[in-house]
Nanobody, 120 residues
Framework: VQLQAFGGGLVQPGGSLRLSCAHSGFSLDYYAIGWFRQAPGKEREWVSCITSSGGSTVYADSVKGRFTFSRDNAKNTVYLQMSSLKPEDTAVYYC??????????????WGKGTQVTVSS
């Protein structure tokens, strides 16, 4: 199982950014996949998770209505579309997988993160 998040960068408050997570070694028909983030000096927190077969998607209250999680099975890639970004969204973002959404932080497989910085 491998995962790699990419697409981070510097964006102004109110702006948008799309993160991607390329994965291999497992099928989303049987695995859940999620996005997590860790800000400097804070514990890692969950952002969103899609259950296996895309049954349902959950979002943390802090991002609900601003972030959208989607998947492209043909490309073995999932996406996190982030809009109306705030400085408090600044963090390293990770994607992770497991047989279920083991929240808040119990996913088995983790990829390397990508830095998102929201600042003017």
């Amino acid at each position: 199982v491998q995962l790699q998040a990419f697409g981070g960068g510097l964006v102004q408050p109110g702006g948008s950014l799309r993160l991607s997570c390329a994965h291999s070694g497992f099928s989303l028909d049987y695995y859940a996949i999620g996005w997590f983030r860790q800000a400097p000096g804070k514990e890692r927190e969950w952002v969103s998770c899609i259950t296996s077969s895309g049954g349902s998607t959950v979002y943390a209250d802090s991002v609900k209505g601003r972030f959208t999680f989607s998947r492209d099975n043909a490309k073995n890639t999932v996406y996190l579309q982030m809009s109306s970004l705030k400085p408090e969204d600044t963090a390293v973002y990770y994607c992770a997988a497991d047989v279920s959404c083991r929240l808040p932080n119990g996913m088995e497989y983790w990829g390397k993160g990508t830095q998102v910085t929201v600042s003017s």
